[in-house]
């Protein structure tokens, strides 16, 4: 999986942010599979979301706490239209500065030791959120910001490792893995016979793993591509107009990215338009 130079300012040892941050917005590198130098966590709010870690799929929800680290390859496969979780990177220069206790080395790791995913108890989700939502809205704080990520990192981390509910998630098949990593690319429309063929499997067998081990059907997780590449495409809805994304985004009618849309997203694309107009006025 390639790897990303996240949009961080420089003055800044990392970033906390609420998810969705913007209209619901899927950015480039969070569609595909990615890794990146900073370490990262995400602590889910509401909702649920699926990933594939490092050959292994995981179902992320309420009060789960996800570690992801520097040589940690992850691809999102999908999320329920309510998915809220806080996110926060931490640049290495941080990590080397806050983290220097054998309690902490492990942040320091380019690697974990095993897939690091546990549930937090209420309360300590609870404390968690009231510490990370009054930081998120200061980035333009430099030092109070900086102070703020570093208390965030180890309060999260004496969290989590006080919490015994391990969650390691389960194995995927390298050819699941495959096939996801190719319906996420940009433009990429393969036919199930081509896709089958490059993953490595029979079209029939990879239909059949995917579903199993994905939790949901090639076809739909075509659709939930296609749904996040025209968000990307329409953007705040000045260049194209929603027929225009549709297309681009690989859908083959207006009536097929209607149905798919709002089914994924709870709203009809009509209303989403109106959304992200008024949000951009």
Not at 84 to 97: G, Q
């Amino acid at each position: 999986m390639r790897f990303v130079t996240l949009p961080l300012p420089a003055e800044l040892d990392g970033d906390l942010w609420l998810r969705p941050r913007e209209h619901n917005y899927v950015p480039p590198e969070r569609r595909r599979g990615h890794r990146h130098a900073e370490l990262e966590f995400n602590l889910v709010t509401r909702g649920s979301a699926v990933y594939l870690i490092g050959g292994r799929r995981v179902e992320l929800r309420p009060r789960m706490l996800l570690w992801l680290f520097p040589a940690q390859p992850h691809l999102q496969l999908g999320e329920s239209p309510d998915y809220a979780a806080w996110i926060a990177v931490f640049r290495p220069r941080l990590l080397k500065r806050v983290c220097r206790t054998e309690a902490t080395r492990t942040l320091r790791r380019s690697q974990p030791p095993d897939l690091l995913l546990r549930r937090l108890n209420a309360n300590a989700a609870d404390a968690l959120d009231r510490l990370f939502a009054p930081l998120a809205p200061a980035r333009d704080q430099v030092e109070l910001f900086n102070a703020g990520l570093a208390h965030v990192l180890l309060a999260t981390w004496h969290a989590f490792a006080a919490t015994e509910d391990a969650r390691p998630g389960l194995d995927v098949h390298p050819a699941v893995e495959r096939a996801a990593m190719l319906l996420r690319e940009e433009r990429l429309e393969l036919a199930l016979p081509e896709l089958a063929e490059r993953a490595g499997l029979s079209p029939a067998r990879l239909s059949r793993l995917f579903k199993q081990q994905a939790g949901v059907s090639l076809a739909q997780y075509r659709n939930r591509c296609r749904v996040d590449r025209f968000r990307e495409c329409f953007g705040s809805g000045r260049r194209l107009s929603l027929l225009q994304a549709a297309l681009e985004a690989g859908f083959g009618s207006y009536a097929q990215f209607h149905r798919v849309f709002k089914a994924q997203m709870g709203i009809g694309p009509q209303a989403y338009r109106r959304k992200v107009q008024q949000e951009h006025a």
